[in-house]
Structures are given as C-alpha cells and as structure tokens.
C-alpha cells in the first residue's frame, strides 16, 4: 500500500519569510511525486511534479521541491513567501499504476 | 481554469433522494476520476476510468454508482445516502491513466446530506 505524511497541518509566515513544506511517502517501488496546490476559491492545480531524473526539481511561482529517495521525502520550498501563496498545499504520489494517493494537506497562511 | 467543470456546485439531499453529480472535460483526455474530499482527511479516489471502462473501483459502497457515456463526460448517481456521505467530490481528467499523468481537477461539488 502507498501513503503520503504531510505532518505541518498549519503554516503561518509572514512575507519574505522561507517556506519549506514536509512531505514522506510509503511504498517500496518507484515513485512519481507531485505537489498540488489549492488557492482560495479555486481548483487543485499542479504546482510541480517529479517523475525521474535531477531530484530537484521546479514548479510554477519560484516553488521546487527535493526527491530524497533514502529518506522518503519530497518536501516543497520556496526562498521568499507572498501573500497570494497563501493556499492548500497537497503532496501525493502514485506508484505502480494510476491511483493518486493524496496527503492530509497543509494550510498556508502568509500575512502581510 | 475551465478545462474541467462540474455540476451542480452545491447540493442538499435528504438521505432517500436520488440526485446524480456531473462532470465534463474539455481538454480531450482519455481517462477521468472521481474524488471524495471530506474534512480533516486525504482526498480519497473513488473511481477512474479509461477510454470510457471503469479500472478502478476504490472499495466505494454501491449508493454512489458511476456512468461514464464517453470520455468527456462522467457521471456519479447518488441514491440512499447517508450523513458521513457529506463532502467535497471532485472530478479529474489526464491525458491518459498513466502513474506519471497529470490530472486536471474540477472546482467540486460540495454536498450536504441530511
């Protein structure tokens, strides 16, 4: 069975502040990664996704995220938050076929 | 973002209605999801089909019964439904059904069931 651990359920920053969003997958074969993201009032939106290759890889509006396969991990960054970042972001993966296996979700907040 | 749009965006039942959600794609992909998202827990997949056959059944009760005439368009028929039933359910679509596929989400259809 595949899973997704998103552990920060709320963020809050300020503006200008570093970002990076905690994601550990379970599953014992090869992996694509993903990073969605939901804007208030708007659809799920792929941010950036991983399929093979440079572990590091970028997404839309300055986000990336690192592939750490010995640690499970494909957590998300961003140098200098803004406030329209604020949003939902969902980590998820799927392994040997097409099922999508979404984390909990991490609410980020960004003041101004 | 209007590739894939879904209808009706909210709906009330009581639990012995039959109401049914819809879903349709304008981006010319082959495969096309159903989605559970209830509060404080992961979206949930319900179904996905392929060029029109369903491939996967995600262990979902018979009350929600999926159609899906084409590959544009998917249905899910609701009937009996109960309380814990009461959620967000988001259709998708990607070009085809392969792990690596992008899916391309609708805004939802935020149910209450009373």
């Known amino acids: 069975a595949q899973s997704v651990s998103q552990h920060n359920h709320h963020v809050i920053l300020s503006e200008a502040a570093s970002l990076e969003l905690g994601c550990n997958y379970s599953?014992?074969?090869?992996?694509?990664l993903f990073w969605y993201v939901q804007y208030p009032g708007q659809h799920l939106q792929l941010l950036l996704k991983?399929?093979?290759?440079?572990?590091l890889v970028k997404g839309i509006k300055g986000f990336e995220a690192e592939f750490i396969k010995s640690k499970f991990s494909f957590n998300l960054r961003k140098p200098s938050v803004q406030w329209s970042d604020t949003a939902e972001y969902f980590c998820?993966?799927?392994?040997?076929?097409?099922?999508?296996?979404f984390g909990t979700g991490t609410q980020l907040k960004v003041e101004l | 973002e209007t590739g894939v749009t879904q209808t009706p965006r909210h709906l009330v039942m009581g639990m012995t209605n039959k109401k049914s959600l819809k879903c349709e794609q304008h981006?010319?992909?082959?495969?096309m999801y159903w989605y559970k998202q209830s509060a404080k827990k992961p979206l949930e997949l319900m179904f996905v089909?392929?060029?029109?056959?369903?491939?996967e059944n995600n262990s979902v009760p018979s009350r929600f019964s999926p159609e899906c005439p084409n590959s544009s368009h998917l249905f899910l028929h609701l009937h009996t439904l109960q309380p814990e039933d009461s959620a967000l359910y988001l259709c998708?679509?990607?070009?085809?059904?392969?792990?690596?596929?992008?899916?391309?989400f609708g805004p939802g259809t935020r149910l209450l069931v009373l």
């Open positions: 998708a679509s990607s070009q085809d059904p392969g792990g690596g596929e992008t899916q391309y």
């Open positions: 599953y014992g074969g090869t992996v694509n």
């Open positions: 991983y399929f093979s290759g440079d572990p």
């Open positions: 998820a993966l799927t392994g040997g076929g097409n099922k999508l296996t």
């Open positions: 981006l010319g992909h082959n495969a």
């Open positions: 089909y392929n060029f029109k056959e369903q491939t």
